[in-house]
């Protein structure tokens, strides 16, 4: 034992008596834990943001949109040319009505919202007037529209918080009139705070959207289950409605759990790549500590030569150079973690971001096991010195 503690204390006085240059010999280790905790801790925030926003619409929502589920499950990312229609709508009302206790289409368009000299780009949703039941809205002012409204396609519109606010700072909007492309809108409704996303969308009626603006393809139709009814048997039944119009591989239903797990499947993966990127730098700093390692085997093997001269055996100075390398390396991974939490910190004003325990681990070790074996070959040439021809050495 006393043998590893004196080439521990060793290794870390010849490291200390070197500073400035052991910082700089560290600086590809800093780079490469700082990028794997810092991009491992935004793709945690994006999942985050994502999952708060699935939990924001509840858990018993069921979306069918066109296409089977292509990459990582998603039909967004398929390809077809089969479209959403509102019979669809009306064959999930007739063919599911035991397990679905609403259900309504959306239409989802970008569209510049206007009150005087103010300006909010939004996504404009359009839906039926139950869509307040779907996603359970609640609202902070005014009332969601009728359903004669929705029917009639009248030019009303509720804006979400975040509209509100931009466009009518502390005014009341309630009355008001917006402008989407040139036509008139009545504010009757502000929705209350949901956070993130939610609080830049604005709601109007499904026929308006239709006959005003002029978008007619359907995004995706989503339904309600009924308390008590199993999301499994109502997404059955559902295709079961379904299939009395669509043919089977044009279409998907999903649940926010399956879209969830495969927007995860998708960030794992992103994460994994991202992380090995990072892992190139934690090497290239492996090979810039071998090659300091070398210049310091070279530089003291008077030293080595010493030390071997009163009885150090090889298998102490090849221990104290590994000891060095890997010292070298950790203390690179602890300020590229420490960097790399605080950068976390700062993306934290943003997205719920985190440094999840098993990055500090694989951080850290990772930088242990590039030090340990980088240092490797320094050390066999430092032990493998003569201490005769050592201390001859010029």
């Known amino acids: 034992m006393s043998k590893f503690l004196e080439a521990f204390l060793s290794a870390t006085k010849a490291l200390s008596s070197n500073k400035v240059r052991s910082f700089l010999t560290i600086l590809g280790v800093v780079i490469g834990v700082f990028s794997v905790v810092t991009l491992v801790s935004l793709v945690k925030g994006v999942e985050n943001y994502v999952r708060d926003q699935f939990e924001n619409l509840g858990s018993n929502l069921l979306f069918v949109a066109p296409g089977r589920a292509g990459i ?99 005014r009341d909007p309630l009355g008001e009139k917006v402008i989407i492309d040139s036509k008139k809108y009545k504010v009757i409704g502000v929705t209350r705070e949901r956070g993130a996303d939610f609080d830049e969308l604005v709601y109007i009626p499904f026929n308006a959207v239709k006959d005003s603006i ?73 090979i810039g500590i071998m090659n300091i390692m070398l210049v310091s085997v070279t530089e003291r093997i008077k030293e080595i030569g010493l030390r071997k001269a009163v009885g150090a055996t090889s298998f102490v100075i090849g221990f104290q150079f590994i000891i060095e390398s890997m010292l070298l390396s950790l203390g690179g991974g602890v300020i590229g973690l420490f960097l790399g939490w605080i950068a976390s910190q700062v993306a934290s004003k943003f997205i719920r971001t985190e440094v999840p325990l098993w990055a500090v681990f694989v951080s850290l070790g990772f930088s242990v096991f590039v030090g340990a074996v980088f240092g490797t070959y320094p050390a066999i040439q430092a032990s493998k010195k003569d201490p005769i021809e050592s201390l001859r050495w010029e």
């Open 214 to 286: 002029g978008v007619e393809s359907i995004s995706y139709i989503t339904a309600k289950v009924k308390p008590n009814v199993d999301m499994d048997i109502a997404s059955k039944q559902l295709e079961v409605a379904l299939l009395a119009d669509l043919d089977k591989e044009d279409f998907s239903i999903m649940s926010q759990k399956d879209i969830l797990r495969s927007i995860e499947d998708i960030l794992n993966i992103l994460t994994l790549g991202l992380a090995a990127v990072a892992g190139i730098s934690l090497l290239v700093g492996g």
């Open 72 to 170: 990582a499950g998603d039909p967004a990312l398929s390809f077809t040319d089969n479209k959403i229609r509102e019979e669809h709508v009306r064959l999930i009302e007739s063919g599911a009505a035991d397990y679905i206790d609403v259900v309504s289409p959306l239409i989802f368009v970008g569209k510049t919202v206007e009150y005087k000299n103010r300006k909010f780009f939004s996504t404009i949703s359009g839906v039926y007037s139950v869509y307040d039941r779907v996603e359970n809205l609640a609202m902070s002012k005014g009332r969601f529209f009728s359903t004669s409204e929705d029917k009639s396609g009248a030019r009303v519109i509720v804006l979400g918080p975040a509209v509100a606010k931009e466009l009518f700072s502390q």
